[in-house]
């Protein structure tokens, strides 16, 4: 029961312990009931002593203070300046009497071999009672006190059963001290442990638990050294006791010696040797690394021997027919998204390289022409090889053409000046990215509404399956950002780089995660990816990634129309570092759980104030209440309609 000033309209509460006090303030009695919680300030605050003008009482069951008033604490006021109470007393201490006197009364249980021992009596002295009743509840031990006449009299063992810890999933409580311990003195694990650590003449104490159980067989199992010493323990506060004097023992002491002497000879040995080894490692490598490029061109070599006559047939195919003639032959014959694999490498061993037009961690992008027209070339650095297989892979499938995906070409690993090269070829456009372009151009509102529908459509065809014989698995994009979305002539937009993208096919239920360990843009993650409760088995919780990621994306477009146009800025821009880390993320979003800034000028504009809407519920933190990609699409030609519309009215 929760009764006071700090009561909500409800009258129940939540925590650890109930409790009721009075205090008196010139002849007023002021009555308070309500809960306590963390076990640390509920153990203080029941272990304070009464006073002949403040009193507290605390129980630990569902509304014990229901019945409690101002009434029945009065008698702990009386007795407190008055002198002594009596207690219920049973236990093995206790007279012929069943009573005794003190200034408090306890209960406690105790478990040994199964069985509950219970034990009732009186403490005397003020300072001996605080200390016994502060005593931390363990899985064998709990004490409970109270502070007026037979207030232990319908205690037993049952009623302080509730108080015993009990190891959750296998868990128990161990006493927690050092750096990484938060603000409660107690923590859940496998182990217990204590450390001490020496640096110098300074010992570091360390106590707190230990989380999985091959963590823990590891951790335990660290051999003492000079420095440091660690002793492990398997059950509630076990850990409680130990300190840096008992663990002391535990170093290791080295006696001095004396110093060896070496001859100069065998000190030469000793410091050229490890260098002339690792001289020798170093050159068998080349040699070996050698070996394996050469191999890796002769047999690009002999494909294209083997080819020579195919690709010649190829071309004479190809002829003059445009890159559009050719993908529309080839989405016809059902070979994918691009071109069929032979009049790939064709195509690829014809483009010429114009200009460099970007750079990255994953590698170069070219302008390049093929027949006069021009192409984007894709040149993917070595250690990003599972990146250009997973985008080949994943362009390759059937039915994934479509106006807002990046059309695809070809893909092919090509030797060029005596190094393998690994090429995506696509469309070129050239407005570039759609970040690079908003830092250039603001944008009728019109226009924007166009990019964010547009890249909307496009994340509504990754996210649906086509059902058929040669049908197209769902596909969640996992990197979706205004760095991955370029901007065409028309200024509509398509979503491209499907390095990281999953696939999943309800035939089968199979969920295709790929074989590339890389994750998205630390900026652009989801709350669920930075604090890692993502249910990775789920394609569903992927798409909703993508809506998170697509949220942010709509906010910066947003910020660049001209009805109230604002500088350029990425999400987050006044919150982290402009390369922020995992640890910078996870602190805005998810503890804090901020969001872009969004300027009240915005809701002036019934457009802007629209769009505001549509990215709150791209962005909530329970994943599974964020829109889809086809509500979103909705939501956004509904808008455009309705701006169509007032313009028509004016």
Not at 110 to 137: A, Q, Y
Not at 199 to 209: I, S
Not at 407 to 417: E, L, P, V, Y
Request: overall charge neutral; hydrophobic content about 35%; aromatic content about 6%.
């Amino acid at each position: 029961m929760c009764e006071g000033s700090s009561c909500g309209p409800g009258q129940l509460c939540d925590g650890e312990r109930c409790f009721s006090s009075v205090t008196v303030n010139r002849d007023t009695r002021i009555f308070t009931r309500g809960c306590l919680t963390g076990l640390e300030k509920s153990r203080r605050t029941c272990s304070t002593s009464p006073s002949d003008s403040y009193v507290i009482e605390c129980c630990s069951h569902h509304m014990c203070n229901s019945n409690a008033t101002a009434d029945t604490l009065q008698p702990l006021l009386l007795t407190a300046s008055n002198g002594r109470i009596k207690c219920m007393c049973e236990g093995s201490l206790c007279g012929p009497g069943k009573l005794c006197e003190g200034e408090r009364c306890f209960s406690s249980v105790t478990v040994s071999r199964d069985t509950d021992i219970l034990s009732r009596g009186c403490l005397t002295g003020l300072e001996k009672s605080r200390r016994i009743c502060s005593t931390l509840p363990s899985d064998s031990y709990a004490i409970e006190c109270c502070s007026h006449h037979l207030c232990n009299s319908n205690i037993t063992a049952d009623t302080l059963q509730p108080l015993l810890l009990t190891a959750a999933d296998g868990h128990i409580k161990c006493i927690c001290e050092g750096s990484s311990c938060g603000l409660g003195q107690l923590c859940d694990g496998e182990r217990c442990f204590s450390s001490v650590t020496v640096n110098g003449d300074a010992r570091v104490f360390t106590r707190g638990c230990l989380k999985g159980l091959e963590k823990s067989r590891m951790t335990c199992s660290t051999p003492p050294s000079v420095n440091y010493a660690i002793e492990c323990c398997s059950h509630h506060m076990c850990n409680s006791n130990a300190t840096a004097d008992t663990l002391q023992p535990l170093l290791l002491t080295v006696p001095e010696r004396e110093p060896v002497r070496h001859k100069a000879e065998a000190l030469v040995v000793f410091v050229i040797g490890p260098f002339v080894v690792l001289a020798l490692f170093s050159l068998l490598a080349v040699l070996v690394c050698r070996r394996l490029h050469q191999g890796r061109l002769e047999r690009l070599h002999e494909l294209d021997a083997e080819q020579g006559t195919i690709d010649g047939l190829i071309a004479s195919n190809v002829g003059d027919n445009t890159l559009a003639e050719l993908l529309d032959h080839s989405c016809t014959s059902g070979s994918g998204s691009g071109l069929p694999f032979l009049v790939q490498r064709t195509v690829a061993r014809q483009i010429s390289l114009v200009e460099c037009v970007g750079k990255g961690r994953y590698g170069e992008v070219w302008r390049g022409q093929w027949q006069g027209e021009n192409v984007a070339v894709k040149i993917f650095s070595s250690r990003d090889e599972k990146s250009w297989f997973r985008e080949t892979e994943i362009y390759n499938t059937v039915l994934l053409r479509h106006e807002n995906i990046l059309g695809f070409i070809a893909s092919d690993m090509t030797s060029r000046n005596s190094s393998t090269q690994l090429w995506l070829i696509t469309h070129y456009h050239e407005n570039g990215s759609l970040y690079d372009y908003l830092q250039r151009v603001a944008v009728e509102t019109v226009d924007g509404l166009h990019m964010a529908a547009s890249v909307a459509s496009g994340l509504v065809h990754l996210h649906t399956e086509i059902f058929g014989t040669e049908g197209k698995p769902a596909i969640a994009h996992r990197d979706l950002k205004s760095k991955n979305i370029l901007v065409k002539k028309d200024l509509r937009c398509c979503i491209a780089d499907l390095g990281l993208a999953v696939t999943h096919s309800q035939s089968d239920n199979q969920l295709d995660v790929g074989n590339n360990p890389k994750v998205g843009t630390k900026r652009y993650m989801a709350p669920e990816v930075l604090d890692e409760s993502i249910q990775t088995d789920c394609f569903d919780a992927y798409k909703r990634v993508d809506i998170w990621a697509f949220g942010l994306v709509l906010w910066e477009i947003a910020r660049r129309t001209f009805r109230i146009v604002e500088e350029y800025k990425p999400p987050f821009y006044d919150l982290v570092p402009n390369d922020p880390s995992f640890d910078d993320m996870r602190k805005v979003v998810c503890m804090e759980q901020q969001r872009p800034f969004i300027p009240n000028r915005w809701f002036s504009d019934p457009t802007l104030s629209a769009l505001v809407k549509l990215m709150r519920e791209c962005w909530y933190q329970n994943p599974s209440a964020r829109l889809t990609a086809l509500r979103i699409k909705k939501t956004l030609d509904k808008i455009y309609s309705s701006l169509e519309k007032g313009k028509a009215d004016c």
